[in-house]
């Protein structure tokens, strides 16, 4: 099947850095792709659409001058966590689905473990 | 609202075991419905997806069942083994586009024992 992968899979950093995550569909392109935050033993919560070549939507009460969103190229879209802070620990996972499909297989990517100290 | 809905949250049974994991959605409009089995610490992993037209699908020991009427869906695990221990996320997608967005159930965490 198609892979989704992404960097860093865990990151430390401090209260006030900014951590760039990145989504990566291996072996088809994605225009549209998709971020999700999950805390322990809760379901994945959408954060935002990524679409390649334009702004991303956010969803309600995610803030996007916190959380940016740049979708470069038709296999990359990058999630950057501004100003991180404690609460933001979390596990970030993007998706991408595969077009061609109907419906389209949505894949996931393995999740990027960050811990803000 | 939106909403997915499974149950059990939790459970534990003995390997060889089956069991049927349950599913109900408010979701409107419906286009298809996805299991997914997610590991800890890993990202979710496809088992199945039904339109609104399919009754049944299965993958292996895995078999899912939807009612679009009642707005029901299940996942039948046939001889559970040790690595079926994970949740199981019952997912439902308003459209059959690339850019519909998905509604998570909050799953349902299966622990297999010896």
């Known amino acids: 099947g198609a892979v989704v992968s992404q960097h860093p899979s865990r990151v430390i950093c401090k209260s006030g850095t900014s951590v760039k995550i990145e989504c990566r569909s291996l072996?088809?392109?994605?225009?549209?792709m998709f971020w999700y935050r999950q805390f322990p033993k809760q379901s994945l919560m959408l954060m935002a659409t990524?679409?390649?070549?334009?702004?991303?939507?956010?969803e309600q009460g995610v803030e996007k001058d916190k959380f940016l969103i740049n979708h470069a190229s038709l296999t990359l879209s990058t999630l950057t966590v501004t100003s991180a802070h404690p609460e933001d620990s979390s596990f970030y996972i993007c998706?991408?689905?595969?077009?061609?499909?109907?419906?389209?297989?949505?894949?996931f990517g393995p999740g990027t473990r960050l811990t803000v100290t | 609202k939106n909403q997915v809905e499974q149950s059990p949250q939790s459970l534990i049974i003995l390997e060889g075991k089956n069991c049927t994991l349950q599913?109900?959605?408010?979701?409107?409009?419906?286009?298809?419905l996805r299991w997914y089995k997610q590991d800890t610490g890993r990202g979710p992993v496809s088992l199945t997806i039904?339109?609104?037209?399919?009754n049944t699908k299965s993958n292996g020991r895995y078999t899912a069942t939807l009612d679009a009427d009642t707005k029901q869906s299940s996942l039948h695990i046939t001889a559970s083994q040790l690595s079926d221990s994970a949740s199981y996320i019952c997912?439902?997608?308003?459209?059959?586009?690339?850019?519909?967005?998905?509604?998570f159930g909050t799953g349902t965490r299966l622990q297999v024992t010896l």
């Open positions: 072996d088809f392109q994605a225009t549209t």
């Open positions: 998706s991408a689905p595969q077009p061609g499909q109907s419906p389209p297989e949505q894949y």
């Open positions: 599913c109900n959605y408010t979701v409107s409009p419906f286009s298809n």
């Open positions: 039904m339109t609104f037209s399919e």
């Open positions: 997912v439902v997608s308003p459209n059959t586009g690339t850019a519909s967005k998905l509604t």
């Open positions: 990524s679409n390649e070549g334009s702004k991303a939507t956010y």
